[in-house]
């Protein structure tokens, strides 16, 4: 027998990871999974993603990082330094949270995307019901009011520096993927055994798919 040992001379990562970890470098944040959290970061620049065995099976690192953009936009530049972008995770949610959802299904719509990296969990649930007009409240509540005018706070904040460049480019790369992608889902099957759920390529354009 041959005593040959294949060298291994780089990794193999899904495309659509390879962006937005790259844009997550471009814009100071090293990306790390930790088995005991879901996301956290640290205020030095670490963002902590859970395992992907914990993740929906249209889950995405993209979104968990788009997401991530999104809350730092929307809390403000200086709160890079602070943890977990100044929310107390151990409280109840904060009014913020939904005020960074509209600005997520903003900046993807401008590309087609808004399904493809919408958010994971239970914020899906706010998401889905955001209108085509993202700074348009859902209810009449106070609430909401306030919601909205720092979604728009957000909006004209994330056309500046730094993220406007960056982000820019992965939205560009992402939807060049699934304009790639789209002439082969017609023909696209799973190898996974007794999986019958369509590509997450398919849900790339359009809201509340």
């Keep these: 027998m041959s005593d040959y040992v294949r060298p291994v001379l780089a990794r193999y990562r899904d495309p659509l990871d390879l962006v937005w970890l790259a844009t997550a470098r471009r814009l100071g944040l090293r990306v790390r999974r930790n088995p005991a959290i879901f996301s956290a970061t640290d205020g030095a620049g670490l ?12 889950d995405t690192t993209a979104q968990m990082i788009l997401h991530e953009f999104c809350h730092w ?23 913020r949270e939904h005020s960074c959802l509209r600005l997520q299904a903003g900046l993807t719509e401008r590309y087609g995307l808004r399904a493809l990296l919408a958010p994971t969990s239970q914020f899906r649930d706010y998401y889905d019901q955001i209108p085509a007009d993202v700074l348009e409240p859902i209810d009449d509540s106070p609430r909401e009011r306030q919601v909205c005018a720092l ?59």
Aim: hydrophobic share 45%; proline share 5%; glycine share 6%.
């Design 73 to 95: 936009i929307t809390n403000g530049l200086d709160t890079f330094h602070e943890r977990d972008w100044g929310f107390a995770l151990d409280a109840e949610l904060d009014w």
């Design 151 to 209: 979604a728009n706070v957000a909006l004209q904040r994330a056309a500046g520096e730094p993220w406007s460049a960056p982000m820019t480019a992965a939205f560009v790369a992402t939807a060049a993927m699934r304009d790639a992608l789209a002439p082969l889902l017609s023909d696209y099957a799973t190898d996974l055994e007794d999986d019958t759920l369509p590509s997450l390529w398919g849900r790339a354009s359009g809201r509340r798919q």
């Design 47 to 58: 963002l902590e993603l859970g395992p992907f065995d914990t993740l929906d099976a249209d």
